[in-house]
């Protein structure tokens, strides 16, 4: 969000009391999640593809431009601090082993009762993709037919068959995606010059900071698997059949539902 945008939000805010509170993971951490995320919202290049429209041209990417607005991170605490102050702003660093602090720090800034907040994992719907369900998404969204519309897509395939997946896998039908080492002087780089930003904005940091930037990625290969479990296929074809009603409106519910009764009349008139 650029400063107009957030000068905006205080002058609409006015006279209150305001906190803000991000959440945050190195960047290296964050790559696989993002382009899982992406994919979610039918883009069809492989992860190679995606890191070379991220990485070629640091900064900038031809393919999903929002990335860096939200991910250079070290900026984004920069602008908001230039308009709200850094005294009004928190940082927590996500734990990967204890995800579940992030809310233990919120509780705290907001004088909270302790294990107030908690997950509750039956309502868990975004689900994190294996390497072999991305790699089976971004073919399904390279063939899904675009004249169908977005409605569809997140009804069947957004909706439908990745929500249909379980976070529950068989581990060895359950590859992560991986970093190639190609982009590691880049990475390096940039999370250098970002870290530095963060620490020099003034926010209040809550977490291991430096433990989580000094975090070692795991490097490996970029390419997608070309197969797939029959469990992973199976949910995600099931689902796409079973779309999600809450994301029609209430007119084009009806509008069905009374297309419908009128197809049926006219075929007993006949």
Known sequence: MEVDKITRIKQDIGTLDVKIIFTW???QDLLASSYQQYLKYGISVTFDEWLHSIFDNPGQSSVTPTFWRRHLHGDVMQRWSKVFGAENISLIVVDPKDPESVFGHFEKLMSLPQNLLTTDKKKIRNVSLSAEEASLLRTINAKFPRNLGWKKYESSIRRGAIE???PE???ALAARLELPQWIEKSLA???EIQHSKIHDSGVEILGD???????????GSSVLPNQVPVSSAAAMLVGSLTPDLSVYTVKSLLYEVFAR???KMRRKRK
């Open 261 to 263: 009764i009128s197809k």
């Open 25 to 27: 993971r190195p960047l």
């Open 164 to 166: 249909s997946l379980s």
């Open 169 to 171: 896998r068989d581990g």
């Open 209 to 219: 900071f430096s433990a989580a930037i000094n975090t070692v990625p795991r490097w």
């Open 189 to 191: 780089e940039i999370q």
